[in-house]
């Protein structure tokens, strides 16, 4: 595993062979890989030494009993008193907060309806928590209120998707009210799928 994309990096480690790995995206002919499950690149392996595995079946069952909680979900992430539970839940967790704070903040607005998440920083982590409980990848164009929305990695430092909201309330394709930390009243405000000025949507994620 090399530090960069490219045989002109420094060596970080030897995996051994039959190493699992998961593929965050591909650069070129390498793979940024993640060796510990939690969303974040740990390094970069030539793509032709990979070899794809049977995937594991989801839990399914987490994504169900999650979904027993969506409206309780979208209940918390569309009024004041839930955003501010949700903020001051994040801050107590997150020094610095709102910097930084999407996860933490998604966190708690998960937590405070009832769906058992691990209080997380970094939007990537979250969002492979969410996979991993079963919750399902929805298009963009084909979102609705209660989808979590993953932002694409635009920026590299730290590795991982850039920001995660949750989807309040939709208008089209494109234009949604959503909640996160980025507003400085405990109330939803405007997001668009395509950015429009920040991060892009690259997907959704849904309990069903």
């Given at each position: 595993?090399?530090?960069?994309?490219?045989?002109?990096?420094?060596?970080?480690?030897?995996?051994?062979?039959?190493?699992?790995?998961?593929?965050?995206?591909?650069?070129?002919?390498?793979?940024?890989?993640?060796?510990?499950?939690?969303?974040?690149?740990?390094?970069?392996?030539?793509?032709?030494?990979?070899?794809?595995?049977?995937?594991?079946?989801?839990?399914?069952?987490?994504?169900?009993?999650?979904?027993?909680?969506?409206?309780?979900?979208?209940?918390?992430?569309?009024?004041?008193?839930?955003?501010?539970?949700?903020?001051?839940?994040?801050?107590?967790?997150?020094?610095?907060?709102?910097?930084?704070?999407?996860?933490?903040?998604?966190?708690?607005?998960?937590?405070?309806?009832?769906?058992?998440?691990?209080?997380?920083?970094?939007?990537?982590?979250?969002?492979?928590?969410?996979?991993?409980?079963?919750?399902?990848?929805?298009?963009?164009?084909?979102?609705?209120?209660?989808?979590?929305?993953?932002?694409?990695?635009?920026?590299?430092?730290?590795?991982?998707?850039?920001?995660?909201?949750?989807?309040?309330?939709?208008s089209g394709a494109d234009e949604m009210m959503?909640?996160?930390?980025?507003?400085?009243?405990?109330?939803?405000?405007?997001?668009?799928?395509?950015?429009?000025?920040?991060?892009?949507?690259?997907?959704?994620?849904?309990?069903?």
């Open positions: 595993m090399r530090s960069g994309p490219g045989a002109e990096f420094d060596i970080t480690s030897l995996l051994p062979h039959g190493a699992l790995v998961s593929i965050i995206k591909i650069v070129d002919s390498w793979a940024m890989i993640d060796l510990e499950g939690d969303g974040i690149a740990d390094g970069f392996v030539s793509a032709p030494f990979l070899s794809s595995v049977a995937a594991s079946t989801p839990n399914t069952a987490g994504a169900t009993l999650d979904a027993v909680h969506a409206s309780e979900f979208l209940k918390q992430g569309s009024t004041a008193a839930g955003l501010k539970a949700a903020r001051e839940a994040a801050a107590a967790s997150l020094p610095g907060y709102p910097t930084n704070g999407c996860a933490a903040h998604l966190s708690a607005l998960l937590r405070h309806s009832g769906i058992e998440v691990p209080m997380t920083l970094g939007a990537g982590k979250l969002a492979h928590i969410l996979r991993d409980r079963g919750w399902t990848r929805i298009d963009i164009g084909n979102q609705q209120p209660g989808d979590v929305g993953v932002c694409f990695d635009n920026d590299p430092t730290p590795v991982g998707a850039d920001h995660v909201y949750l989807v309040v309330s939709t959503i909640a996160d930390n980025q507003r400085t009243t405990d109330a939803p405000h405007v997001r668009f799928a395509s950015g429009q000025g920040k991060t892009p949507t690259e997907y959704f994620l849904r309990a069903i």
